[in-house]
């Protein structure tokens, strides 16, 4: 089909056009060479979003390849809408994480929102009803007037979305770091409960079945989006904002049971949410999984502007849209289930059998491209790398402070190890009835499955402060606490999802890094015997300041046999303590050191992946059998601040007696992985010393809880009213 004359380009055009939209000179070539002629104006604009890498994964696919995916219970895995497992019962549990940074960075309220509800839809296009939303979120230094201005919007937009969509927050993490400072990431998970029997696919097929758009109307908000995703940010990003776009969460929860209430029986033949890069996502991305055409007209889809023109149509990303396969002769009752939802619904094409998607606007032709070029033909990329990165310097020399309980008060109410409270009650955390756990009850959130007494526990970790000192060390550590972090309310990792944001690919220094933090991250996964089902990755992290640290964000899964055994994360009264794992006064990349020192990085404390594996192991057999009250892992902070937090959420002291060391503030508050603290009833307490024998764990009974002082003999005395008014002071 000939291109309408107005999409027609020179070759000089086509090389000036796709320069402004960021395309290679490689990538041109590409196109041309893929299409046997010159690409027309829109067809450029559609390639320069398909091909961003936010949407093509161009500089990064080789590199995700060597993570593992295969697992007995994986039963959607990377390329999916979201992930999904198996979890016994019928049911399947789907979810997937997100990044919303450079919006985010120019409009936090929006941007925010908005990342939410993208990823809510990734979850329903799997055919799940979303059941959970957790954050991980990191910002620059809260002190600073344009940080405070983030930090309220991006907290709003979270809140504003999913509360008014149903939805829970049971959880996440939020970090405070000058590495933030001028690029914020904001990373969104969802999950949600679907029959194993009844997921979704994003494929279209049949020829002559209906091509149909469904939610909200198309504006110009969001238009290349992904290609701004895709690039770094300026000192200035006001004229940006037209990049973000503008959410709708009650659409958004009409669409949602719009769609999970269109079956196949009703002629449901394939459907895709129109995310990144809009309606040009969803039409590719379709025809290109099912090996088929489609013939589009742009001239029937809802419009909320007028005039808009192709690129636009093809390339906003208005929000609250899905695009759906209908089989042929279904339309009128498809309709008609979508309109009587309050959603806007129009066929707007048909499946082909030519493997390439031709768009008409008012009867010219603005785009006729094979599908397969533009959803899987972007060259990979890949990047030099740095020979070797720096090693991390040991910590300058500091003394140990004279007096470890005021040491303690002062770090437990720094932002990021305070009380996240000033965060999550803006939050609805138990709408939809399912959560038995939620933010600050344990080291994981636990979900009820549906029709039974067990659980599904989900956690969110990230240590961009530990991978800027050692970016493979620091992944495997994010790896390991993700473990640490589900073990504790007694489930075993069964699955993960991973976030990568990062700095520029085309610094060397950076690809490399990247290159490490992906190497990290599967080698501990194969270690611990754990799959990818899917995640995102975010580059061109990068401002003015500089490229953010290496942050994996790792979305965690395990299973819980039942919610009657279910520990907490706060002491109470009458119970034997118990630390397990190495007490070590030796200095590791922390908080404490960084704090100490006014930044510094030490080297990343060895990752034992056997060590975390047997810990795991003990926490999961001793919860079943009912024998730990509590457990916290020895995380961010040190095991003197997972103490502490333990005493101050629970308002209960301790009185216990620890091995000697040479450094008394390293063995309090430096980090060692594969460790924890768990509280036990006395009745428990031999068994539970036979069982950490059993599996291999090094044990301290380390004394009783109760009364209202935490000391710990020899180091530390501190009134639990204390540890609670510093716990709380930070306020988020």
Known sequence: MSLSAVEVLSADGVRSVAASMGLLPTEVDAIVQGLGRLPGKTELVVFAGMWSEHCSYKSTKTMLATLPREGARVLAGPGSHAGAIDIGDGWAFAFKVESHNHPSAVEPFQGAATGVGGILRDVIAQGARPCAVMDSLCFGMPDSP????????????????????????????????????????????????????????GVASGAGNAVVYVGATTGRDGIL????????????????RTHVQVGDPFTGKKLMEACLSFTPEAGLCG????????????????????????????????????????????????????LFVVRQGAEAQALAHFRRHGLHAAVCGRVTESGRVCARLHGEVVVDLPAALVAGGAPLIRWPQSAALPLPRPYPEFGAPTDLGATLLALLG????????????????????????????????????????????????????????????????????????????????????????????????????????????????RALRVPVTGGNVSLYNESPHGAIPPTPMVGGVGLVDSLERLPTAALAPGHTLFLLGLWVGEPSASFYGGWRTKGAVGPVAQVDLAAETKLAALL???????????????????????????????????????????????ALFGERPA??????????????RESAEHHGVPWVQAGVSGGDVLHIRDLLEVRVAALAAAFAGGGG
């Open 146 to 201: 344009r940080m405070r201005h983030l930090v309220d919007g991006v907290v709003a937009g979270i809140a504003g979305y999913g509360n008014a969509f149903g939805v829970p927050n049971v959880g996440g993490r939020t970090v405070y770091d000058p590495g933030y400072e001028g690029n914020p990431l904001v990373n969104a998970l969802a999950a949600g409960f679907v029959r194993a029997g009844e997921m979704r696919l």
């Open 225 to 240: 989006g992904a290609a701004f995703a895709s690039e770094e940010l300026g000192a200035d990003n006001t004229a940006r």
């Open 271 to 322: 459907c895709q949410d129109m995310g990144a890069c809009g309606l040009s996502c969803g039409l590719f991305e379709m025809a290109a999984a099912g090996q088929v055409g489609m013939d589009i007209d742009l001239g029937a889809i809802p419009l909320r502007e007028a005039d808009m023109s192709g690129h636009e149509i093809l390339l906003s990303e208005s929000q609250e849209r899905f």
């Open 414 to 525: 720094q932002p990021g190890l305070c009380d996240p409270v000033g965060v999550y009650d803006h939050y609805d955390q138990t709408v939809g009835n399912r959560t038995v756990r939620g933010p600050g009850q344990a080291e994981a959130a636990v979900l009820k499955v549906p029709g039974t007494r067990r659980g599904v526990a989900l956690t969110v970790t990230s240590r961009g402060d530990l991978l800027r000192a050692d970016p493979y060390a620091g992944a495997q550590a994010t790896v390991a606490a993700a473990c640490r972090n589900l073990a504790c309310v007694g489930a075993a990792l069964v699955a993960v999802t991973d976030g990568i944001n990062h700095g520029s690919p085309r610094d060397p220094v950076e690809c490399r890094r990247l290159a490490e933090v992906i190497r990290g991250l599967g080698d501990a996964l």
């Open 620 to 666: 999961v057999a001793e919860v079943e059998r009912g024998h730990v009250a509590a457990a916290k892992d020895g995380g961010k902070g040190g095991l003197g601040v997972a103490l502490a937090k333990m005493c101050a959420r629970g308002g209960c002291g301790a009185d216990l007696e620890l091995p000697a060391v040479a450094r008394r503030d390293w």
């Open 675 to 688: 460790s924890a603290w768990v509280s036990v009833p006395a009745a428990h307490a031999a068994a539970f």
